[in-house]
Each structure stands twice: as C-alpha cells, then as structure tokens.
C-alpha cells in the first residue's frame, strides 16, 4: 500500500518568513495530492490540492510544487502570520478511489 | 459548500457502555464517507470506509464488531462503539467525499471527542 512520509515534524518560523513542508509517496499510482491544515480539536481544512498532470498549484499565499519522477511533493507558505500556526497534514491518493493515505504532520509555528 | 458535520462534538461515557457519534454532508450527497481515528499528536488512521447501501470496508486490525458502521443514506453515516473501553478513547473524525474520477476531495466533519471512563 501507499506510504507517505513528511518532514520536518515540527517547524518554527518568524512571521513575515516562508515555511516549506517536503512529503514523499511510494505509490507510482498516486495522482491526487491533498494538504491538509489541522487546528487543535479540530477536524482537517483542505487548503491546497495538486493533480498529476500539474507539476505546481498556487493559491494566494500557499503553492504546492510536484514532483512526480522523484515521488514528492511540498508545501510553500510564504509571508506567514501567527493564524497559520498548525499541525499541517500531506496525502496521496489515486483518482476516484477517494481513499486518502495521510503523511505523519508537521507542527508550524510561526512566532510574532 | 461541502461542509460536513459530526455530532456530538464530544462525549463521555461509561466503560462497556455504546456511544453513537453521526456524520452527515449537508450541502451534498455522499457516495462514499470515512470514519477515522486520532490519537493526540499523531496522524490521522483510516479506520473503515463506508458506501451508501452497502457493508462498510474495513482497515487491517480493526474490530468490526467494535466499530459498526451504518451508511443509510446519501448525507448520513454512524459510527458506533459498542462496548467502549478506557482504550477506545480517542479522537473520531469523519470525512465524506462526492465521488467520480475527478471528484475525490475528502470533506472533513469537526471530529468527535470520546473520553470512556
């Protein structure tokens, strides 16, 4: 089955700077890439996903870069205020088996 | 759009005592909805997934019998724990999903809290 690893686990920033979180996949198959934002007691908040056949996606001030050769995939934050501080969560699918494999989290905290 | 709501959003209850916790889509019909699991600090573990209609699929190493799961319509799922145990304390968390080929975003409910005592 699908393996996902993420990295770093935890990441402290200074407001204003980036934060980038790296995920590797195992499955070749794996063509839909998710990334989730997890407030404390909270359920996950889709914020950014990326499809195969794009190798970059960005949304304001989020982006996700994709490579799929190397089987990995990342998150860019740039310009970071203290409301991005959360646990944030990769994860891979493949198209249309909606079953979702989900990377280990990183903690961000972005420091005022 | 797509919001999902869990219900309750925690409880407390009794050790070998049954807990029901609901999920429900209330802007869109569900073909397919997952039921997880969250232990504090960790990542989330797929615990069933669940078809309107039909039995539910269930991960390696989880007790079906323990967790029953119910998908009796397109915009509400159940997940009951029967029996609850100290150990089955945790973090539930629902995620539902339209379904088709270029459709599979999961939605994710707010969780639910269970403390068994």
């Given at each position: 089955?699908?393996?996902?690893?993420?990295?770093?686990?935890t990441l402290s920033v200074q407001e204003g700077d980036s934060a980038v979180i790296k995920c590797t996949y195992s499955d070749s198959a794996s063509n839909y890439f998710p990334w989730y934002k997890q407030e404390l007691g909270k359920g996950?908040?889709?914020?950014?996903?990326?499809?195969?056949?794009?190798?970059?996606?960005?949304?304001?001030?989020?982006?996700?870069?994709l490579n799929k050769t190397a089987k990995h995939?990342?998150?860019?934050i740039t310009e970071t205020q203290p409301e991005d501080s959360?646990?944030?969560?990769?994860?891979?699918?493949?198209?249309?088996?909606?079953?979702?494999?989900?990377?280990?989290?990183t903690k961000l905290q972005v420091i005022p | 759009g797509a919001v999902v709501s869990q219900?309750?959003?925690?409880?407390?209850?009794?050790?070998?005592?049954?807990?029901?916790?609901?999920?429900?889509?209330?802007?869109?019909?569900?073909?397919?909805?997952?039921?997880?699991?969250?232990?504090?600090?960790?990542?989330?573990?797929?615990?069933a997934t669940s078809n309107e209609g039909s039995k539910a699929t269930y991960e390696q190493g989880v007790e079906k019998d323990k967790f029953l799961i119910n998908h009796a319509s397109l915009t509400l799922s159940t997940l009951t724990v029967t029996s609850a145990h100290p150990e089955?304390?945790?973090?539930?968390?629902?995620s539902a999903g339209t379904g088709g080929p270029s459709t599979d975003t999961q939605y994710?409910?707010?969780?639910?809290?269970l403390t068994v005592l």
């Open positions: 089955g699908e393996n996902v690893e993420q990295h770093p686990s996950p908040q889709l914020i950014i996903d990326i499809r195969s056949n794009v190798g970059e996606k960005k949304d304001q001030r989020i982006a996700v870069t995939f990342s998150l860019h959360a646990v944030y969560f990769c994860a891979a699918s493949i198209q249309g088996y909606q079953k979702v494999t989900f990377g280990t989290g | 219900h309750p959003s925690w409880v407390i209850c009794k050790s070998g005592t049954s807990v029901k916790i609901e999920c429900r889509s209330l802007d869109f019909q569900a073909t397919t909805m997952f039921w997880y699991r969250q232990f504090p600090k960790q990542s989330l573990m797929l615990m089955d304390s945790s973090f539930y968390i629902c994710f409910g707010p969780g639910t809290r």
